[in-house]
């Protein structure tokens, strides 16, 4: 069982814990839609199965426009919706727990209830008072930097959230809650490593969904490399990206069932078209891909690299061009650090002048030596 040692040490093991409970629950939905949906579904004639083909469960799809616009809806939802949900919990729990708790009192008149009483029948403010503010708060951080490439408008709508929830917070924090004691910290504890791991991984994670997710790279590689006209335009693009599947080669399971008889399957239609990079029926490497996917594969590696080291690159230079201290403040920094030392030397130096005058003051005062005493004799030519 773990028994932290200390109060910090229990407070940024929570904090790790219920994060991470927390990115589950809101960051999955968007990673699945992100980088999973649409990616493992095979082709047709070979669709890839969950548990294999005798469950029928295939691989969910994108739509034909892709999966980002549906990753944007995504995020919409689940950032707006938590952040509106929220306020609205924040301001409305503790007032109507507070409107219960004091239904009594309310019979009574504002004699017999005084305000200190008052005061007191509101919510405890506790020790982990502001952990529910910080996870908030680290948790729309997440969604405006983690996907921000396919929303951007996001850090705006995060922005307009602040400043209702600055005013939802004062109202809450003076009106709903006891006083809290204030208490000095060092820093904001594990907090400051999650922003930090998470403004790391919003690089990775906007790379790959810039080359992955949408279809940015496909077009940039058919217009250089594939355009026939030699023009730098998107003319033929669709075309390009779609590949024939004869329709006569369904195997038996992916053909309609007895009995339905949709437009497309007949002796009219031969073929179909579906989104992908593959040879067709007939090639030497029929449903193979293409020399054409692995040029594009290669080409989003090369952007994820590319884009993650010139990224690090610029964040690593404006961290050394922006000091975490300002100038001033390093300058009186030094300056009291220099005001001590000098107070330590001339404590030292009083001090030892101090001993230095006690020591001589006790050698003049110390007792004499005694000498045996001559008596006085009269000379011998007086007695005469």
Same mark, same amino acid.
């Given at each position: 069982?773990?028994?932290?040692?200390?109060?910090?040490?229990?407070?940024?093991?929570?904090?790790?814990?219920?994060?991470?409970?927390?990115?589950?629950?809101?960051?999955?939905?968007?990673?699945?839609?992100?980088?999973?949906?649409?990616?493992?579904?095979?082709?047709?004639?070979?669709?890839?199965?969950?548990?294999?083909?005798?469950?029928?469960?295939?691989?969910?799809?994108?739509?034909?426009?892709?999966?980002?616009?549906?990753?944007?809806?995504?995020?919409?939802?689940?950032?707006?919706?938590?952040?509106? @949900?929220?306020?609205?919990?924040?301001?409305?729990?503790?007032?109507?727990?507070?409107? @219960?708790?004091?239904?009594?009192?309310?019979?009574?008149?504002?004699?017999?209830?005084s305000r200190w009483? =008052?005061?007191?029948?509101?919510?405890?403010?506790?020790?982990?008072?502001?952990?529910?503010?910080?996870?908030?708060?680290?948790? =729309?951080?997440?969604?405006?930097?983690?996907? &921000?490439?396919?929303?951007?408008?996001?850090?705006?709508?995060?922005?307009?959230?602040?400043?209702?929830?600055?005013?939802?917070? *004062?109202?809450?924090?003076?009106?709903?809650?006891?006083?809290?004691?204030?208490?000095?910290? +060092?820093?904001?504890? *594990?907090?400051?490593?999650?922003?930090?791991?998470?403004?790391?991984?919003?690089?990775?994670?906007?790379?790959?969904?810039?080359?992955?997710?949408?279809?940015?790279?496909?077009?940039?590689?058919?217009?250089?490399?594939?355009?026939?006209?030699?023009?730098?335009?998107?003319?033929?693009?669709?075309?390009?990206?779609?590949?024939?599947?004869?329709?006569?080669?369904?195997?038996?399971?992916?053909?309609?069932?007895?009995?339905?008889?949709?437009?497309?399957?007949?002796?009219?239609?031969?073929?179909?078209?579906?989104?992908?990079?593959?040879?067709?029926?007939?090639?030497?490497? =029929?449903?193979?891909?293409?020399? =054409?996917?692995?040029?594009?594969?290669?080409?989003?590696?090369?952007?994820?690299?590319?884009?993650e080291h010139v990224?690090?690159? &610029?964040?690593?230079?404006v961290a050394r061009?922006?000091?975490?201290?300002?100038?001033?403040?390093?300058?009186?920094?030094?300056?009291?650090?220099?005001?001590?030392?000098?107070?330590?030397?001339?404590?030292?130096?009083?001090?030892?002048?101090?001993?230095?005058?006690?020591?001589?003051?006790?050698?003049?005062?110390?007792?004499?030596?005694?000498?045996?005493?001559?008596?006085? +004799?009269?000379?011998?030519?007086?007695?005469?």
């Amino acid at each position: 069982m773990e028994i932290p040692k200390t109060h910090l040490e229990y407070e940024n093991k929570l904090t790790v814990k219920m994060f991470l409970f927390q990115f589950v629950n809101y960051y999955s939905s968007c990673f699945y839609v992100a980088f999973f949906k649409g990616k493992f579904v095979g082709y047709p004639g070979n669709y890839a199965y969950f548990f294999g083909s005798w469950t029928k469960l295939r691989n969910e799809e994108c739509d034909p426009g892709g999966c980002l616009i549906e990753l944007t809806t995504q995020l919409v939802i689940v950032m707006t919706g938590k952040q509106v @949900w929220g306020n609205i919990q924040e301001a409305l729990v503790p007032w109507l727990m507070n409107w @219960w708790g004091s239904r009594k009192a309310r019979c009574h008149p504002e004699s017999l209830y005084s305000r200190w009483e =008052q005061d007191h029948d509101l919510q405890p403010f506790g020790q982990l008072g502001l952990f529910d503010e910080y996870l908030e708060m680290v948790i =729309q951080f997440g969604f405006i930097t983690l996907f &921000v490439a396919s929303f951007p408008l996001a850090p705006l709508l995060a922005l307009f959230n602040n400043i209702i929830e600055v005013r939802v917070d *004062a109202w809450k924090l003076t009106t709903q809650f006891r006083r809290p004691v204030a208490a000095k910290a +060092h820093c904001i504890g *594990a907090w400051e490593e999650i922003l930090n791991g998470m403004a790391v991984l919003s690089v990775v994670t906007n790379a790959f969904i810039v080359a992955f997710t949408s279809d940015m790279i496909p077009r940039l590689v058919y217009m250089y490399a594939y355009q026939p006209d030699g023009e730098m335009n998107m003319k033929g693009y669709i075309n390009n990206s779609l590949s024939v599947f004869n329709i006569t080669e369904f195997p038996v399971e992916s053909r309609p069932e007895d009995g339905e008889s949709p437009s497309w399957f007949n002796s009219s239609i031969t073929t179909c078209r579906y989104r992908d990079y593959r040879y067709p029926s007939g090639h030497e490497k =029929q449903y193979s891909h293409t020399m =054409q996917f692995w040029h594009i594969l290669a080409a989003k590696l090369a952007f994820i690299i590319i884009m993650e080291h010139v990224v690090f690159m &610029v964040k690593f230079v404006v961290a050394r061009l922006i000091s975490d201290v300002p100038s001033e403040v390093r300058a009186r920094v030094k300056r009291e650090r220099y005001l001590v030392q000098e107070y330590l030397h001339n404590y030292e130096v009083e001090k030892l002048k101090e001993q230095l005058e006690k020591r001589e003051d006790d050698d003049c005062t110390c007792s004499p030596m005694i000498y045996p005493t001559i008596p006085n +004799h009269e000379p011998l030519s007086d007695r005469l």
